[in-house]
C-alpha cells in the first residue's frame, strides 16, 4: 500500500450523467495530481494541486472538474462525458510539488462511458 | 520538449536471469531526475529507483540497478535474478528541478517466464 486510496475501483457511466472520483491520501503531503492513462499511450498529467490551489490545468476539458477542499482529499468530478474519456484514472501525491519529488499513487478508478 | 522514449513494448525474461528495459530521453537541461516506476496487475504504481542528474554514479536498489549515460541521454533498468512478482508495465519518467511535473514513457510490459 502506497497510502493514497481512490474510490471507486470501476465505474461506468453514460455521456449524459454526473460522477465523482474521489482520492485520499495519509501521507501528509502538500501536493496531488490527477492523470490519465489510456491503453497504448503515456501517461498525461490532467492536474496538479499544491496545497490545495490548483497549479497546473493541462489543457484539460471542461468536461472534467477538479476539486481540492483540503491537502489530504482530492476530487474529479465528471459530466458530459464522451466515449473516448475511457481510461484509468489515477491520483497521485508528493510531499511538494517537483520534477523531482517521488510520486505515490493510488490503484485508479477504470472508468468506461457508454 | 521533453520527450521520454522506451523502444520495447514488451519484453521477457526467464525466472531467475537478468533483464534490461531501454529509455532514452530528449531535454536540453543539465540539472533533472529520472526515475523508473513499476506498475503490476494491481494497478497501483510504485518507484522503483531515483536517479539524480548530478550524481555521476548509478542508483541501485536491491536487485534494480540504471546505467545512466547522461551524454547519451540514456536510462536503461537492469533487474537481476528476476522473480514471478517482477512481472509488470515499468515506465521511465523525467522531471525538470523547476517543473511542477514528470513526463512519463510509454511502458514496457516485462513477462516473467517460470
Known amino acids: 500500500e502506497t497510502g493514497v486510496t481512490q474510490t471507486p475501483r470501476h465505474l461506468v457511466m453514460g455521456m449524459t450523467n454526473k460522477k465523482s472520483l474521489k482520492c485520499e491520501q495519509h501521507?501528509?503531503?502538500?501536493?496531488m495530481y490527477w492523470y490519465k492513462q489510456s491503453a497504448k499511450k503515456p501517461l498525461e498529467l490532467m492536474f496538479v494541486?499544491?496545497?490545495?490551489?490548483?497549479?497546473e490545468n493541462n489543457s484539460v476539458p471542461s468536461r472534467f472538474s477538479p476539486e481540492c477542499p483540503n491537502s489530504s482529499h482530492l476530487f474529479l468530478h465528471l459530466h458530459t462525458l464522451q466515449p473516448e474519456d475511457s481510461a484509468l484514472y489515477l491520483c497521485?501525491?508528493?510531499?511538494?510539488?517537483?520534477?523531482?519529488?517521488?510520486?505515490?499513487f493510488g490503484s485508479g478508478t477504470q472508468l468506461s462511458v457508454l | 520538449a521533453q520527450t521520454v522514449t522506451q523502444s520495447q513494448p514488451e519484453m521477457s525474461v526467464q525466472e531467475a536471469e537478468t533483464v534490461t528495459l531501454s529509455c532514452t530521453y530528449d531535454?536540453?537541461?543539465?540539472?533533472?531526475?529520472l526515475f523508473w516506476y513499476k506498475q503490476p496487475p494491481s494497478r497501483q504504481m510504485i518507484l522503483v529507483i531515483r536517479?539524480?542528474?548530478?550524481?555521476?554514479q548509478n542508483a541501485t536498489e536491491n536487485r534494480f540497478s540504471v546505467n545512466f549515460q547522461k551524454a547519451a541521454k540514456s536510462f536503461s533498468l537492469k533487474i537481476s535474478d528476476s522473480q514471478l512478482g517482477d512481472a509488470a508495465m515499468y515506465f521511465c519518467?523525467?522531471?525538470?528541478?523547476?517543473?511542477?511535473?514528470?513526463?512519463f514513457g510509454p511502458g514496457t510490459s516485462l513477462s516473467v517466464i517460470p
Open positions: 497521485a501525491s508528493s510531499f511538494k510539488t517537483g520534477g523531482g519529488e517521488k510520486l505515490f
Open positions: 501521507l501528509g503531503h502538500n501536493a
Open positions: 494541486y499544491s496545497l490545495e490551489e490548483r497549479v
Open positions: 531535454t536540453s537541461e543539465s540539472d533533472y531526475y
Open positions: 536517479q539524480e542528474a548530478y550524481k555521476q
Open positions: 519518467a523525467y522531471g525538470k528541478t523547476s517543473y511542477d511535473k514528470v513526463i
